[in-house]
């Protein structure tokens, strides 16, 4: 979804035939730098999926984070820390025994290890026979002794096997684990724990597995009392995503089944990590817990709408507490459920601060204390918590906003606004800052009811303007279950702002079937219009008289008004340019609303965004089975699409592209492209020059908007938001 830019106001025909002189037939790139990190670069501002946390004291701790982020704890604040620029990968998994030595694993073969509490990493290899192993977890007995786990590729293509791998001479080699049993094909291992200093240990893995050793070398299968909670049809069965020994007296393993049905079990010294109960003496608050928090700022969610109740989600995380015989476990779960285990009972102590939506937790950790009752746990959309008192109460350690992200529009490095899921709108005034401020500007009233999974706005426009923008548009739609009890229809949603804080909401009745979904939308700069465009052709135009806002539909021309519309540029005060389904591309000539179809011959692959500016039309595509996202650009002359085509390697066959921008650079241009698994791809064509600056996510680049070819913010789902400057 793309926000057009206000210099376009000037561009005109003559202008844009002139700037594709050059671009008659396909261009290919000569040059591409994989780790070209340029000045300006991609800055992280927020959000994101946090992995793992290892806390060695009140004043050390490390995170493993999406998109190969790093953050390390100093006792008053957490930070970001450099990992190297081949890193790029999903961490999953991170250990330190002490303030200097530690690991963190992820996807694709990726093992770093430190001995200076991060400040440099050194890259291990750790590949199976058949390609690099996906390691989901690792413990660290000593500098030298590791372990991992996760699966690598199998024999054949798309098989898997079981890694599980160990070596005594920190990464130099790796030896494989022994079975006692048939290990199911493939099976994770999320995670291992050992009783230290001895050779006794847990696993934790995918298909209902749990495995322990006696010395160190052989593996054998665990017996369960009681079967894990049984998958609906089709589904994968019960997963154990971490297991925890304390001093060989017991033994933990939390997981579940999908994200709602989870489990915990216990093992006693009597038969440790050879035999374990299903733990069922549970406690539930039913939202009893849930507080309004000043931190982050926003509406919170209503007791008898808060995650938990009767039953419990999958848990994710488990830490014991060392030396506290009272309070010994804490476990962390999906839709930010937490139990802690008080004098032989788990209790649920759920807060639920996080506003309209239940983030998970992904990873607890506490640290020593006499009793210990401090821990961390941190979890998606960049969330941090703390806590002292072992979890009855927190404080929120990361400036988080808990929705999903799809849209943004900025005036300057500073000011800007994102929308996304439940249909927040969130806005900063200091997004150069390392770590921006956001409120939450919409909305502002406390949900009492069920949250609806379409309730989202994806795209927001704003009229630039002298002093700040005030005037603008964000588009998508709604249930209308929220403000209609019991209605359940979906329909366009359209929040407008005259003063650029206070967001009122229209839902717009079309009609010939069109909708439900508004996808995105563009300010023209002519009598303050707003165009939008969403499902089944749904096309709108919206205007501004000064005190209210009118919105009528405009008809897309049979045989295609059925297609869906991704997106919308504004080429000047003349075009407009719509993409959609199966390659589609329509023009719109203003003021007399002529429709032109666009001929494409190169790809029928939805239309994801278009982007007009720079003297240029350019649109982008998803990717096929055969082919990455594609790049079109419109050639007004003969009115069709050319391609520009990026050397072998910068992308791949599915990958997706979700967004672009285009900014003029000295005596070319620079385009940006947003992609799937978080890729940003950057093309300068004074120097014919393609590079993927390190963006540190690997979640969907939905959006972007460049205020020139050195400024730039770019959104991705679950939070997160990147500044480029």
Not at 29 to 47: E, H, I, S, V
Not at 148 to 165: E, N
């Amino acid at each position: 979804m793309r926000y057009a830019l206000f210099a376009l106001a000037a561009l005109g025909g003559s202008v844009l035939a002139t700037s594709f002189a050059n671009l008659a037939s396909p261009r290919t790139a000569t040059t591409f730098d994989p780790a070209a990190q340029g000045t300006p670069k991609f800055r992280w501002k927020r959000g994101g999926n946090l992995y793992g946390v290892s806390m060695v004291d009140g004043s050390h701790g490390w995170t493993s984070e999406d998109g190969g982020r790093v953050r390390t704890y100093d006792g008053t604040g957490w930070s970001l820390i450099a990992t190297p620029d081949a890193v790029r990968n999903d961490l999953k998994d991170v250990m330190f025994i002490d303030s200097s030595t530690g690991w963190v694993v992820g996807l694709g073969g990726v093992a770093l290890k430190t001995t200076n509490g991060g400040s440099s990493w050194t890259s291990i290899t750790v590949n199976d026979t058949y390609g690099a192993a996906d390691l989901w977890s690792v413990y660290v007995a000593s500098a030298s002794e590791v372990w991992v786990g996760g699966d690598a590729p199998g024999s054949t293509p798309g098989s898997r096997v079981t890694v599980l791998k160990h070596t005594t001479n920190s990464g130099s080699s790796w030896s494989d684990a022994s079975y006692s049993f048939t290990v199911p094909t493939g099976a994770k291992v999320y995670s291992i724990d050992f009783d230290p200093g001895t050779t006794h240990g847990i696993a934790g893995a995918e298909d209902e597995l749990l495995m322990y050793t006696s010395d160190g070398a052989t593996w054998a299968q665990s017996t369960l009392t009681t079967a894990p909670p049984a998958p609906p049809s089709g589904e994968e069965p019960f997963e154990f995503w971490v297991v925890k020994v304390k001093a060989s007296s017991e033994a933990y393993a939390v997981g579940g089944q999908g994200v709602g049905v989870g489990a915990i079990y216990h093992s006693t010294s009597t038969a440790l990590g050879r035999v374990w109960d299903k733990e069922t003496s549970f406690t539930y608050t039913g939202g009893a817990n849930c507080v309004s928090c000043p931190d982050p700022p926003g509406p919170s969610i209503a007791p008898a709408s808060c995650e938990g109740g009767t039953s419990n989600a999958t848990f994710y995380g488990l830490t014991l507490f060392p030396g506290n015989s009272t309070t010994v476990a804490a476990a962390v779960a999906y839709g930010s459920q937490i139990q802690v285990r008080v004098s032989g009972t788990w209790a649920e102590k759920s807060d639920h601060c996080e506003q309209v939506s239940n983030p998970a937790f992904n990873h607890v950790s506490a640290i020593p204390g006499s009793p210990s009752t401090t821990a961390w746990a941190v979890g998606q959309f960049g969330q941090i918590r703390k806590t002292t008192d072992a979890f009855d109460n927190w404080t929120h350690q990361l400036d988080s906003i808990f929705f999903r992200t799809y849209g943004l529009w900025f005036e300057d490095v500073d000011s800007g606004w994102i929308v996304g899921q439940n249909r927040q709108i969130a806005k900063t005034s200091n997004g150069s800052a390392d770590k921006p401020g956001w409120s939450i500007q919409h909305p502002t009233t406390t949900y009492t009811g069920a949250f609806e999974t379409k309730n989202n706005l994806y795209g927001i426009s704003m009229k630039p303007a002298v002093g700040g923008a005030t005037l603008g548009v964000a588009v998508g739609s709604e249930n209308d279950n929220i403000n209609n009890p019991g209605a359940g229809t979906l329909k366009p949603l359209i929040a407008t702002t005259a003063d650029g804080s206070t967001w009122s909401e229209l839902l717009f009745t079309p009609s010939n079937n069109a909708g439900p979904n508004l996808r995105d939308v563009k300010y023209r700069g002519t009598n303050d219009e707003w165009w939008a465009a969403g499902d089944a052709g749904l096309v709108l135009k919206g205007t501004y008289s000064g005190s209210a806002w009118t919105w009528t539909q405009v008809s897309i021309p049979s045989p295609n008004s059925g297609l869906w519309v991704s997106s919308v540029a504004a080429n000047g005060t003349s075009e407009m340019f719509f993409g959609g389904a199966g390659g589609v591309v329509y023009k719109l000539a203003l003021p007399g609303q002529t429709w032109t179809q666009i001929t494409n011959s190169l790809t029928t692959a939805d239309i994801t965004d278009v982007v007009a500016n720079a003297g240029k039309v350019i649109a982008v595509t998803k990717g096929t089975s055969t082919s990455p996202g594609r790049i079109l650009v419109y050639r007004p002359g003969t009115g069709d699409f050319t391609e520009i085509v990026p050397p072998s390697g910068t992308l791949v066959n599915g990958q997706d592209l979700f967004s672009v921008d285009v900014q003029s650079s000295g005596t070319g241009y620079r385009l940006f492209l947003g992609t799937s698994t978080g890729v940003v791809v950057q093309y300068d064509s004074a120097t014919a020059t393609w590079t993927k600056p390190k963006t540190d996510t690997s979640m969907d680049v939905t959006a972007m908007h460049f205020m020139s070819d050195v400024v730039g913010f770019a959104v991705a789902r679950q939070g997160i938001v990147i500044g480029f400057h």
